[in-house]
């Protein structure tokens, strides 16, 4: 979603966990596909789920986005493109 020489913002984490998570995805794929650490991604995943947007599979163990996540990343993809 950004640049990889440019400091990424907490929104743009926040984006990119849910567009990862399109699909069930457990912790460890997150972190190391969004290259964070593990407390930055827990707390990230818990801010996610708070909000509503991302929602943990208990059985499976996989995180998932929500409807209302996937609204977030469409507004979000049309703020960049506003923005570019």
Request: charged share 30%; proline share 1%; net charge positive.
């Amino acid at each position: 979603m950004s640049d990889t020489k440019t400091k990424r913002t907490s929104v743009e984490i926040l984006a990119e966990i849910l567009e990862i998570c399109r699909k069930p995805t457990a912790k460890t794929q997150i972190m190391y596909k969004t290259n964070i650490s593990f407390s930055g991604m827990q707390k990230s995943l818990k801010h996610l789920q708070k909000l509503g947007l991302l929602r943990l599979d208990d059985d499976a163990k996989k995180y998932l986005t929500t409807e209302k996540g996937f609204e977030f990343i469409r507004r979000y993809a049309a703020l960049q493109d506003l923005l570019r």
